[in-house]
């Protein structure tokens, strides 16, 4: 009792002291300054009788900001309410710019991608109209298909010669023997890259010689017969592989060349094949043949196929439907997109929404809102401890605490 007697007299004390609370009209509301929440709570406590009710109510209203500790910083708490007034513009922005696209994805791209669809059935359904009534316009020229035709041919011919002379001198040549029959004209006789005297002079390397050449000219037929998404990619392989072969085949002649030169003491110092004029010379005249004939034979089969009216259509419509298959591809990556635009403007939505709750509820930052909050909570169960008569209210507002506390932070502070 002489316990309960001392905190009565504080409490008196604490009424009567005008430095221990100070009050302040805000905008909007009445803010408390404290000095101490663990006096203010006895003071409140004694006044209550304790009640636990009330001592929820003033949890709230230390919460809610109309409490404050007599250090807090008015300026401090409005740069963090701009600062959350800036996110959350920031925020709104944000799911602005995503709604827009998300908008604009729904109802133009992929619109326009249907739209293309319907028109590329439009084509379809106009070219077979045009193939049953015998109207459809080919643009086949007899001439072009010859012309493309004869240089096919001699390209051909020019290829399987190229690639003979070529694998000749890089592995069939009798350096001794050409050395012996130069003559004066050494020099200019071995910087040739071709050897078209070995190519035609009968002998049993030349089974491999020519066979050898027509295996290149089968592998320049490759990319020409490649179907499908990834057709271009597999061309791209097959002419990089081509051109890997021809580089090695012209640093071999190169090598030999070089070689030559050292037995017949004319050679260069310092030799370097990708300096040297004759490796590029190959190339030019192997792999950039084998480009041109690649691209005449295309042309050949384009304008053989536009020959027959039947074919021509049926290459005209698998283009087209190829055509509706990208369009229906990119649809898809379109709804794929919307649904992703979705989800991050629900996020956005929830995000805004949590930073408007902080912006109403938060005064004081959490740490620093726990501790006012703790303070005060043990001030007012100091004021229930001065008498057994308050066991029953402090098992109230021990329960009243732990439940504020659980809905409004993550972890209760510890008490001990």
Request: hydrophobic share 40%; proline share 2%; with cysteine.
């Amino acid at each position: 009792m002489k316990l309960l007697k001392s905190l009565n007299r504080k409490m008196e004390t604490l009424t009567e002291t005008s430095n221990s609370v100070d009050e302040t009209e805000g905008s909007f509301k009445k803010v408390e300054r404290v000095k101490s929440f663990t006096d203010y709570a006895i003071q409140k406590a004694g006044l209550n009788n304790g009640d636990a009710t009330s001592m929820k109510m003033h949890l709230k209203w230390i919460k809610d900001g109309h409490v404050v500790d007599a250090t807090y910083n008015e300026k401090e708490h409005e740069t963090r309410k701009e600062k959350t007034h800036e996110e959350i513009t920031s925020k709104h922005e944000e799911k602005e710019k995503l709604e827009s696209e998300k908008k604009t994805t729904i109802e133009i791209h992929i619109p326009s991608c249907n739209q293309k669809i319907d028109e590329l059935n439009d084509e379809i359904h106009q070219t077979k109209l045009d193939l049953e009534e015998k109207k459809l316009q080919t643009g086949y020229q007899p001439i072009k298909l010859a012309t493309y035709g004869i240089l096919v041919g001699v390209l051909s011919v020019y290829l399987i010669l190229f690639y003979a002379s070529t694998i000749y001198a890089s592995f069939f040549r009798n350096a001794n023997s050409l050395l012996a029959t130069a003559g004066d004209d050494i020099i200019l006789y071995l910087d040739s890259i071709f050897d078209m005297k070995g190519i035609l002079t009968p002998s049993p390397s030349l089974i491999i010689v020519y066979l050898g050449s027509f295996l290149f000219f089968a592998v320049g037929l490759i990319p020409h017969t490649f179907e499908g998404k990834r057709k271009n990619l597999w061309k791209a392989i097959a002419i990089l592989g081509a051109l890997i072969v021809d580089s090695l085949l012209a640093y071999k002649i190169d090598s030999g060349i070089y070689n030559l030169k050292v037995m017949a003491g004319v050679a260069e110092e310092n030799w370097f094949f990708l300096t040297s004029i004759n490796f590029y010379l190959v190339l030019t005249f192997g792999f950039l043949a084998y480009l041109v004939w690649g691209y005449m034979y295309e042309l050949m089969i384009k304008e053989k196929n536009k020959k027959n009216a039947g074919t021509c259509a049926q290459l005209v419509i698998r283009d087209l439907k190829s055509k509706i298959r990208s369009q229906k591809d990119e649809i898809k990556g379109l709804k794929e997109k919307v649904i992703q635009l979705e989800s991050q403007i629900s996020m956005l939505a929830g995000r805004i929404e949590n930073l408007k709750k902080d912006l109403e509820k938060a005064v004081l930052n959490p740490d620093l809102l726990s501790q006012c909050l703790t303070s005060f909570y043990m001030g007012w169960r100091q004021y229930l401890n001065s008498s057994p008569d308050f066991d029953v209210k402090k098992v109230e507002c021990e329960s009243a605490y732990k439940e504020f506390m659980e809905t409004h932070f993550k972890q209760i502070p510890n008490l001990n």
